[in-house]
């Protein structure tokens, strides 16, 4: 009982909306702007960046509200869908822009962050490929792409040629098995 009315608040909240009502998405956004500023940051991990990003996702959920499709879920997995993609999106763009600042010597390649003028670290330097070289050869390959290639989960699925359930199994497994291997 309790879960219809929420359904029905959604949906009457969704029709204020599609007709443009500031106040219904002044509300929209103070419920849910914490967390998906939650997620944004968690992604691109800078606090000034995730503001910025925030205020462009409300902007594309105001402009793009006619694309949410109640019958493929609730309007707040599509939010969080819409912020999650933006912060990635971001985060390759500055991809795109970093590579102008890669610098090479005779061994090795270093990308230099402009914003803070510094050398971001090398995981070959401070031991984590070491770690994630003893893992099982299907689990290093993901924690390979996800995390050192920048691939997101599904990037990473197609990339394999596995079904996407499969390649989040084995990160989470992975995962569980470096935090096992940095305990010893």
Do not use: C
Not at 26 to 50: K, M, N
Not at 54 to 80: C, E, H, P, S
Not at 152 to 167: F, I, R, S
């Amino acid at each position: 009982m309790k879960r219809q009315s929420s359904l029905v608040s959604e949906s009457a909240l969704l029709e204020k909306l599609v007709q443009r009502d500031q106040k219904a998405f002044q509300w929209l956004y103070d419920q849910y702007s914490p967390a998906l500023y939650g997620v944004v940051l968690r992604i691109v991990r800078e606090e000034e960046h995730a503001q910025d990003i925030l205020q462009d996702v409300f902007i594309k959920i105001w402009k793009n509200l006619d694309a949410y499709d109640a019958n493929k879920g609730r309007l707040f997995t599509w939010m969080l869908n819409v912020a999650r993609n933006t912060a990635i999106d971001s985060l390759r763009s500055n991809k795109t822009q970093l590579s102008n600042a890669i610098r090479t010597d005779e061994e090795n390649v270093h990308i230099v962050d402009q914003q803070h003028n510094t050398e971001q670290p090398n995981p070959d330097h401070i031991g984590i490929k070491e770690v994630v070289d003893k893992l099982r050869p299907e689990r290093k390959q993901l924690i390979d792409l996800v995390y050192f290639g920048g691939y997101t989960h599904e990037e990473a699925a197609e990339e394999l040629k596995l079904p996407l359930g499969t390649v989040k199994t084995r990160v989470r497994a992975a995962l569980q098995e470096l935090k096992e291997l940095f305990k010893l």
